[in-house]
Nanobody
Framework: VQLQAFGGGLVQPGGSLRLSCTGV????????IGWFRQAPGKGRGGVSC????????QYADSVKDRFTISRDSAKHTVTLQMNSLKPEDTAVYYC????????????????WGQGTQVTVSS
């Protein structure tokens, strides 16, 4: 199982980015997917996730009301819409298949994807 995340880049504070996660040769429709991020000098932490079973979503407190995770049923991918970006959102963002989507977004990862850099700076 191989995933790829893309859509990162440089954006000014208050701006938006849309990240996408795709499976290499397979659909993400049957997987619980999590987004995680790792800022420079810090550990990797959960950002958001979406359940395979019921479509329920979870968000880290730091991104609630700013980020939205969703499935693109036509493309069989998962997107993370990031609005009102802040400098503290700067990190490498990873998507992953996970066993569960729970509050706090613990690491129950099966397979990590390649990360994409998000930099929020003026």
């Amino acid at each position: 199982v191989q995933l790829q995340a893309f859509g990162g880049g440089l954006v000014q504070p208050g701006g938006s980015l849309r990240l996408s996660c795709t499976g290499v040769g397979f659909s993400l429709d049957d997987y619980t997917i999590g987004w995680f991020r790792q800022a420079p000098g810090k550990g990797r932490g959960g950002v958001s996730c979406i359940s395979e079973h019921n479509g329920r979503t979870q968000y880290a407190d730091s991104v609630k009301d700013r980020f939205t995770i969703s499935r693109d049923s036509a493309k069989h991918t998962v997107t993370l819409q990031m609005n009102s970006l802040k400098p503290e959102d700067t990190a490498v963002y990873y998507c992953a298949t996970s066993a569960y989507c729970l509050p706090g977004i613990p690491d129950t990862v099966h397979s990590w994807g390649q990360g994409t850099q998000v930099t929020v700076s003026s």
